[in-house]
Every structure is written in structure tokens, then in C-alpha cells.
């Protein structure tokens, strides 16, 4: 079933209530009152975002430059932002192909405006959840080459994927489909269950975005994560704090409880 092109302002969007995180306008009341109630008691949350999107800038220099990836599709794309994945993959590489997949009509529109004189770059609305419309997408089947390595990027995704969805099958179908020598880029909230600060946080983070219109955002335990890479190889160093994951310099502070809960890994398909 296609995803609805109907803008829905009685709930928050996942997309939108992330882009309230990197301090973007794209969103409206009912994903800042997400945000803010998050905000109020964890303003360190905001750096979550901005985490993640940095995180993305280096997997994707990786994939492009040391990989030799030129081929991405990029789950959950998200709003634009000052650096997104096609425009990092092709400063390197210009004739690097991105495909976007995202179920938000306020992505859709700003993202295809983003694309329009890029030739490489495309966005389909579709979701997620369903690998093999995703796959069989003709715009996806169109654009990307299935012959070849490419790099699926699930970033913030998964999360977001309740237990009654089946998320490691998700993943499982999107393994079995990759071809030989792709890469799985993929980052996920996580629960350290160690009674710690940030477990606590993980746990009141959960309940707001759980009990919030967007319904969603689950922090799960690293065996459960890193059984969404399934058998693939990961690449050094694993699966990491993201800011661990080949930074682009020493760190100057020291980990915070909002370092601990946010981890992810890149893969490669043997």
C-alpha cells in the first residue's frame, strides 16, 4: 500500500519532529510539542540529530572513497539538511546515484525540489517496512543497479519499528536482496540496561516518544541491534557510540548518557 500524500497535522512525524531537533522549520505544533516535552527534561537530546547526521557525513565519505561505492539507497531520508548523502557521496564521486525513500508528503515535497537538476539523485515515497516494494520500486529498479555493490542506508530508521512489526525480518529481506559486496549503514537508540544515567534516560526517552502522537522510538539492547546486521561483516570498529565510529579527530570531551544511548555500525555483504 502506497503511503498517503495527505499532510496529517493532528500527528507528529517522525521526520518533523527531527528536523525541530537540528533547529529546522519544516514542522509544525504538534512536532514541537514532541520536541519540547523531550527538550524540557533532556536538552542534551538535541544533540542526538546532529549526532546522527555527522555520523552519516563519514560512513558516506567511507562508502564513496575507501569503498568505491556509487550507489546509494538512502531509508528514511528525512528533511533536507546542510549535508545530505547524495551531496557528500557526489563531491567525491559526481556520477554516485542516490535514491531516497521516505513516507513523510513534507519530505517528499522538499526533497523533490532538493533533486530537481540533480540527475543522480531521486526520491520515492514508499515504506520502509516493506522491503521488497521498496526494492521493486521502478524508480528504485530504474536508477540503481542490482548487478552491482550498493550501500543501504538505515539511519534512525529501525527504531522506529515497533517488535509487533518484525524488524529483524525487515532487515533480513533487505540482506537477502543486497547484492554480493554491499554495504548496511545503520544506527539505532540504545538501552544499556545497566541501571546507569543512561539507561534512565533511554527509558524516559522512550516513554515520551512511545506516548506521544508519533507513537514511536524504542531503545533496544545491543544483541538486538546487532542482530539487524545479520551475518554480514562488520567494518572496524563494530558497532560503536557513534561518535566512536572513525571520528574525524580526537575527542576533546568526554561520553555523556546521550553518547551511550545512540549506537550504530557499518557491514559489508561477503
Known amino acids: 500500500m502506497a503511503p498517503s500524500a495527505a499532510i496529517d497535522r493532528t500527528r507528529a512525524s517522525v521526520a518533523r519532529v527531527y528536523d525541530c531537533f537540528l533547529g529546522g522549520k519544516d514542522n509544525y505544533d504538534v512536532d514541537r510539542e514532541v520536541f519540547e516535552q523531550v527538550n524540557r527534561a533532556a536538552p542534551q537530546m538535541s544533540r542526538l540529530a546532529r549526532d546522527h547526521r555527522e555520523w552519516l557525513v563519514r560512513v558516506t565519505r567511507f562508502l564513496t572513497r575507501s569503498a568505491g561505492i556509487d550507489q546509494f539507497l538512502d531509508c528514511g531520508a528525512g528533511l533536507p539538511t546542510a549535508e545530505n548523502t547524495h551531496q557528500v557521496a557526489q ?3 559526481p556520477e554516485a546515484r542516490v535514491v531516497y525513500v521516505d513516507n513523510d508528503p513534507v519530505v517528499a515535497a ?8 540533480n540527475d543522480q539523485s531521486h526520491l520515492v515515497m514508499a515504506d520502509l517496512t516493506e522491503p521488497d516494494q521498496v526494492l521493486e520500486h521502478p524508480v528504485v529498479t530504474k536508477f540503481l543497479d542490482f548487478d552491482r555493490p550498493l550501500a543501504l542506508i538505515q539511519c534512525s530508521t529501525i527504531h522506529h519499528v515497533p517488535d509487533a512489526q518484525r524488524p529483524r525480518e525487515i ?3 533487505y540482506i537477502e536482496r543486497l547484492p554480493a559486496g554491499s554495504y548496511l549503514a545503520l544506527t539505532h537508540f540504545y538501552d544499556p540496561q545497566d541501571g546507569g544515567d543512561a539507561s534512565e534516560l533511554a527509558r524516559f526517552v522512550e516513554g515520551i516518544f512511545s506516548n506521544s502522537s508519533m ?3 524504542f531503545f533496544r539492547t545491543r544483541s538486538e541491534i546487532a542482530s539487524f546486521f545479520g551475518d554480514l561483516e562488520l567494518v572496524e570498529p563494530g558497532i560503536t557510540r557513534l561518535r566512536d565510529w572513525w571520528p574525524d579527530g580526537p575527542h ?13 555500525g557499518v557491514a559489508r555483504k561477503r
Do not use: F, K, Q, Y
Not at 522538499?110 to 537538476?117: K, M, N, P, Q, V
Open 215 to 217: 507513537g514511536s522510538g
Open 91 to 93: 563531491r567525491m564521486n
Open 171 to 173: 532487515m533480513e529481506r
Open 110 to 117: 522538499h526533497g523533490r525540489a532538493l533533486l530537481e537538476e
Open 252 to 264: 576533546l570531551n568526554p561520553p555523556t548518557a546521550v553518547d551511550e544511548v545512540l549506537i550504530g
